[in-house]
C-alpha cells in the first residue's frame, strides 16, 4: 500500500486542491502596450467577464463587461474615451461603472441614473503591465507582485503570453517545480537529465511567498564558463501565482522578471511571462532572441500541461508533495489557505514558510 501517496492526497484534498481561487489578490491583466488610448478589450478573468480600457487621459480601468439593463456585454458597445455606449439601447456608462444617460427616456420621465451601474475593479499599472484586483474591499489592498530590482533602472521589456488548460493550482505547482527541468526543457541551448546532480538551496519567506536566495550558475553551464563568478541568480514566488526571478552582474541588474499565472475559469489558466532587462540600446537585436527563445522554453511547459489535462479530467488527485523537489509545491496550497482564511477573518496574514534548506537531483 502506498501511504505516502495516500497521505499526500489527503492532504491537498484539506488544502483544497484544484477548486477556488486566491481571494482579495491582484492578477495580471494584459501588458500595458495592449491598451491604447480610447480603446477598450474584453477578457474573461477567474471566472468573470472583464472589459478593460483606457481613457482618454491615458488612465487604465477595469469594469464588469454586462450592461446591467439586459446582459449585453458592454464591450460590443462603442467607446468614446469617456463613457462606453452599449449596443442594444445606447445606455451610457463612464469608465467608474456608473450610467450616464439612458438615451430612450423622454425629458419628464426621470430616474437616479447614479444607482445604476456596473461593477468597477480596482486596476493599477505596474512596470508595463495592468493588474485587476479579484476581491471585496477596495481598501488597504495588497502590493502588486512585480518583477524585482528594477528600482532606478531604464528598461526594455516583453511579454510571452501562453494558454494552459488545466486550473491555476496545478500550473503554478509546475511554476515552482524545479525538478522537471532537465526532462520538459531538454534542449541543446539548456541542459539534459544526463547532468542532473545534486542542488542544495536555502529558501526563506518572504511577503505572500518565498525567496531563494541568491546562488551563481551551474558551473558546467554557458553562463558560468563566461561570467561566472560574477553573476547571481535569486528566484522567488508570490500569491496568487507568481514566480519572479532576479539576475545580476557585479551586483548591477541585467535581467529580471516575473511570470504570473491567470485563471480564466476553473479548468483554463492564462500564463504571460514578461522579461525585463537594462542593457541600454541593445531592445532591437536582444528582443528576437529572448522571444524565441522564452516562447520555446514554455511551450514546453505547455506541452505538458495539455497531457496533465487527460489525467485531472478524470477528477482524481495526483500526488505532489514529495520532500524536498515538491515542498514548494505543497507550500503553495499552505500560502492559499492561510491567505483565504486570513482575509476572510480580517486579520493579518501569517507567512506559514520558515527557512529551509531543500535538496533535490536535477
Given at each position: ?115 445604476i451601474k456596473t461593477k468597477l475593479y480596482p486596476c493599477r499599472e505596474v512596470l508595463g503591465s495592468v493588474w485587476v484586483f479579484f476581491g471585496d474591499s477596495s ?172 489525467y485531472l479530467k478524470t477528477k482524481s488527485q495526483p500526488i505532489m508533495m514529495i520532500s524536498d523537489s515538491g515542498t514548494t509545491g505543497g507550500w503553495y ?30
Open positions: 500500500m502506498n501511504t505516502t501517496g495516500s497521505k499526500a492526497t489527503a492532504e491537498l484534498r484539506v488544502l483544497g486542491a484544484g477548486h477556488g481561487f486566491v481571494s482579495n489578490m491582484w492578477y495580471f491583466a494584459v501588458p500595458a502596450s495592449k491598451l491604447k488610448r480610447g480603446t477598450t478589450l474584453a477578457k474573461t478573468m477567474l471566472g468573470e467577464p472583464i472589459l478593460l480600457g483606457r481613457d482618454a487621459d491615458g488612465t487604465a480601468f477595469a469594469m464588469r463587461d454586462i450592461c446591467p439593463h439586459q446582459a449585453v456585454p458592454l464591450s460590443d458597445g462603442h467607446f468614446d474615451g469617456r463613457e462606453i455606449a452599449c449596443c442594444f439601447h445606447g445606455w451610457k456608462f463612464n469608465t467608474a461603472g456608473e450610467c450616464t444617460e439612458i438615451p430612450a427616456l423622454c425629458s419628464d420621465q426621470k430616474m437616479n441614473l447614479c444607482a481598501e488597504n489592498l495588497p502590493e502588486v507582485p512585480q518583477a524585482p530590482g528594477l528600482d532606478g533602472y531604464v528598461y526594455d521589456k516583453t511579454t510571452t503570453n501562453l494558454h494552459l488548460p488545466n486550473h491555476v493550482d496545478y500550473n503554478v505547482v509546475a511554476l515552482v517545480d524545479t525538478a522537471h527541468v532537465p526532462y520538459v526543457h531538454n534542449a541543446w541551448w539548456w541542459r539534459s537529465s544526463r547532468s542532473a546532480r545534486e542542488k542544495r538551496k536555502t529558501f526563506v519567506p518572504k511577503g505572500t511567498g518565498w525567496n531563494m536566495l541568491k546562488h551563481t550558475p551551474p558551473a558546467d553551464s554557458i553562463m558560468f564558463k563566461l561570467i561566472g563568478k560574477f553573476i547571481e541568480t535569486e528566484i522567488g514566488f508570490r500569491l496568487p501565482g507568481c514566480r519572479i526571478e532576479h539576475i545580476s552582474f557585479n551586483g548591477r541588474t541585467i535581467l529580471s522578471g516575473i511570470t504570473a499565472l491567470t485563471p480564466i475559469d476553473e479548468e483554463n489558466t492564462e500564463l504571460n511571462h514578461t522579461t525585463y532587462w537594462t542593457i541600454p540600446y541593445v531592445a532591437p537585436l536582444i528582443t528576437p532572441f529572448i522571444n524565441y527563445f522564452v516562447k520555446a522554453f514554455l511551450s514546453q511547459d505547455q506541452s505538458i500541461a495539455i497531457k496533465q489535462q487527460k496550497f499552505l500560502l492559499k489557505r492561510e491567505w483565504n482564511e486570513a482575509t476572510a477573518q480580517g486579520r493579518a496574514f501569517v507567512n506559514p514558510i520558515k527557512e529551509t534548506i531543500l535538496r533535490w537531483r536535477t
